[in-house]
């Protein structure tokens, strides 16, 4: 018998920074700035479901290490759950971002050669007109803010052959502020690549 698809799908808000010049080459199948991706991605989830299981209102965060360009995988990462999931959450959310869900996030998930760990942890965050930002305390803070364009609306980058999102165009962005300090690493960066959008996840 053909196996049963689970039932899930996923939308919200997004974003990530990384220690790339804007707007990061990797989405284009470069190499990073700096010949090594440092990155963190947060969402949060407006309305979700895991079967009957409802995945509203909570956060989610990936902090992603690589070296040389990232569409070679081999990628080192730590995904962070929200604390507020209870148990059916939380397997749900690992399910999901660690690829075996199906869907987008498997295909990311497919790149990472090595898990540092998986953990639930306090999360903040926040959105204000054209800033995004998280909080993950004495782990991670991170603001990034719109890059408007000639016309004055905001800049986006649709379609590319690598991407976080892929149903939503992603507005390129440049952080205010970006620290992590976790799994040995402790890195800090200001003034680099950002981008944010909608999302929708489904298998």
Known sequence: MPQQTLSWQLEGRYFETCNCDTACPCVWLQAPSEGECKLLVAWHIDAGHWENSQLDNLNV????????????????????IDERADDTQTAALTQIFSGQAGGHPAILAGFIGHIWGIQKTAMHYQEHEDTRSLNIPGIAEAEIRSIKGING???????????????????????????????????????????????????
């Open 153 to 203: 609306q905001v800049s986006q980058i649709s379609n590319p052959p690598l991407c976080v999102v892929t149903s939503h165009p992603s507005t390129v962005a440049k952080s205010t502020r970006y620290r992590y300090r976790d799994h040995g690493q402790d890195w800090e960066f200001s003034e680099r690549n950002g981008y944010h959008s909608a999302f929708v996840y489904q298998p």
């Open 61 to 80: 965060a990936l902090a992603c290490y690589a070296v040389g360009n990232m569409i070679n995988g081999g990628w080192n990462a730590a995904l962070y």
